[in-house]
């Protein structure tokens, strides 16, 4: 075959190569790219909030003191002869009750003395009384009439009065005897508990000596510190408005669950020394739980530490919310149609557990209550638990 004929064989092969690949790719399908984007959901818990009145709760410390606390002193000298079983440490004396008898031996004496001494006083009062009649007397029978003064003199005045003075003198030295004799014994001022006692039977005491340390246990107070700018979140009385009502609780002591309440009744005028709060006085009824209706109530124990609960005064139109729920720089994420919003809020108050917000949230809000990893603007969320909605990636 010659060289020409060669050559247009091959090129008749090669266009038939050239045909058939252009055939193929023509009758492949054609491969088109989608940009469809499937946004992802982020799963949140919501707290729906209620706008209302609330009292908000101001946790405090408070220390236990006695509303009435007395040192037993006598006010006359002797042997006590007689001593109270209740007058021992932890007892309970009633008021009126004896706790203390002095020897009244020398006490009766006197008094017999006075009065015998008033009865004297009495006759020679008597006796002059007849004197002044007798001059009376004489001095109408002598038809003269004197100058007042030489008058009073004949009359017998001056004896009289004498007489008379003599007479209120002892009894007055009457009443005072009576007075120590009844000193002689010594009462409990008030339904009281005895802290220490420092006498017994056989003691020799004089006025002003310490016999017995008694508190009163009709009510106790508790001292609670309070820092001065939660003032005037408190209520304390005035008119017809009690004072903010106080739950105190012993943590260490009490069972659980165990607690007393009471009521602010005086703001004292003085800050304390060293952390310069304010000192605000509780009283708290019944402290040891003696009264009808209070069994099983634990009790208050003098000098201790306790921890205290003040209700606030009412806040009007807030949103109280859990504190764990506010985010940095005041603010708090909510879910409006399925995006998570940053709003910045207006918290007037916090206490121990929740934020009383007065702006920034309106009622029915959904407060996100979930920790998230990442929060922007817009982010779109959902309930925990709701299915994603369509074109939506859960």
């Not at 020409?4 to 252009?22: D, E, H, M, R």
């Not at 236990?64 to 606390?69: F, I, K, L, N």
């Not at 007397?137 to 003269?144: A, N, S, T, V």
């Amino acid at each position: 075959m010659s060289l020409k004929a060669t050559l247009v064989i091959c090129a008749g092969l090669a266009i038939l190569a050239a045909v058939a690949l252009l055939a193929i790719y023509g009758s492949e399908p054609e491969v088109r790219r989608e940009s469809t984007v499937r946004e992802t959901t982020v799963p949140v818990e919501v707290f729906p909030v209620t706008r209302g009145d609330y009292r908000p709760e101001l946790a405090a410390n408070g220390l236990v003191r006695a509303s009435r606390e007395v040192t037993v002193r006598p006010r006359v000298a002797g042997e006590i002869i007689e001593r109270a079983p209740e007058l021992v440490p932890g007892g309970f004396p009633r008021q009126g009750e004896m706790l203390l008898r002095v020897d009244d031996t020398d006490y009766r004496i006197a008094l017999q003395q006075r009065e015998s001494e008033l009865q004297q006083a009495v006759s020679e009062l008597e006796i002059e009384n007849g004197r002044r009649d007798i001059a009376e007397r004489d001095y109408l029978q002598l038809g003269k009439e004197l100058e007042q003064g030489n008058r009073a003199l004949v009359l017998r005045e001056p004896q009289r009065l004498a007489a008379e003075a003599r007479v209120q003198s002892a009894r007055a030295a009457v009443e005072q005897a009576m007075v120590d004799l009844g000193r002689t014994v010594i009462r409990a001022p008030f339904d009281a508990q005895v802290l220490s006692r420092e006498v017994e039977i056989g003691s020799q005491v004089s006025p002003g000596d310490s016999l017995a340390r008694l508190v009163g246990v009709d009510r106790y107070w508790v001292e609670i510190s309070l820092p001065l700018d939660r003032l005037r979140w408190v209520q304390l009385p005035s008119g017809d408005l009690e004072g903010s009502a106080v739950a105190v609780r012993h943590r260490t002591a009490w069972p659980a669950g165990g607690e007393r309440f009471g009521r602010l009744d005086q703001l004292i005028g003085e800050l304390e020394g060293e952390t310069r709060m304010a000192r605000l006085l509780a009283v708290v009824e019944d402290p040891l739980g003696q009264g009808a209706g209070a069994e099983g109530q634990p009790g208050l124990i003098i000098g201790s530490f306790v921890q205290c609960r003040i209700s606030g005064v009412l806040m009007n139109d807030v949103v109280r919310l859990n504190r764990d729920y506010v985010r940095q720089d005041e603010s708090v994420w909510v879910m409006a149609e399925g995006k998570l919003t940053i709003r910045k809020v207006d918290i007037v108050f916090q206490d121990a557990e929740h934020a009383y917000i007065a702006a920034g949230l309106e009622h029915g809000d959904q407060v996100i209550t979930s920790s998230l990893a990442t929060v922007r603007e817009g982010l779109a969320v959902r309930v925990a638990g709701d299915r994603a909605m369509p074109g939506q990636q859960p």
